[in-house]
């Protein structure tokens, strides 16, 4: 079994070759997932789905693909990767918004990497301490649209509107976004959050911050879907959490 020290040591040489030294583990994420799309639209014949960080709308063509009847609204802010969702949602039929969001209306400036799902308003830690090796580059900054979800749902006539599922993916920007959801939370009843068990970015929130808030607006942790496991460190980056309604 090797150490840490020698999988770094080992994985620094196999890097450049596309290759690395990780820890077998049977995936259930599938099918963990698939439940929690279950149980987060059970009875609703038209579910209203939030995508937050859609990125090139994974999450939101795999959710029409299986709910056709769903109504999703897909929010990432960036030039590029916003090119391909908008393609992405015109092929599955959802819709997508060119827009952060977090806890304030104007604009800020965005960290953007060659991995398009590292990118982040918060800048990166130190090269030489990122757990992610992706954002170990200097990034391209782009000065992006940012809004509370509250106020863009409300500008949309969708300021009463239940929400079934939310799903919020920022790369350590949670708690702006959840700060700016207030009104938005009490009518959700489901939420899939990305969470950290690190600080890849500065200033970022942690997983208990994200667990408190959550309790104090009335939801409960239902289950985890899957980890990413830091590339080159014995380290737990981050997961996905499934919190159900229960007050």
Partial sequence: MLTAALKNIVNSGLRPFGFQVRKWRKSVGQQRYAQCLAAAFDGIAHPFVIDIGANEGQTSAEIKKRFPSARVLAFEPTSKTFAILEACAASHGFEAFKVAVGDTKGELEFNCFESSQCNSILPATAPDSAVIAGIREKP???????????????EHGLGTTPVNYLKIDVQGFEMPVLRGAVQTLARTRSILIEVSFCRAYQ?????????????????????????????????????????????
Avoid: M, N, W
């Fill in 140 to 154: 391209v900054v782009e000065r992006v649209k940012v809004e509370p979800l509250d106020s863009f749902l409300e």
């Fill in 203 to 247: 200033g970022q929130c942690l997983v208990d911050e994200v667990c408190h808030c959550l309790r104090a607006h009335g939801f409960s942790l239902s289950t985890a879907i899957g980890y990413l496991p830091a590339e080159d460190f014995d380290e737990l980056v981050s997961s996905d959490f499934f919190f159900v309604r229960t007050i």
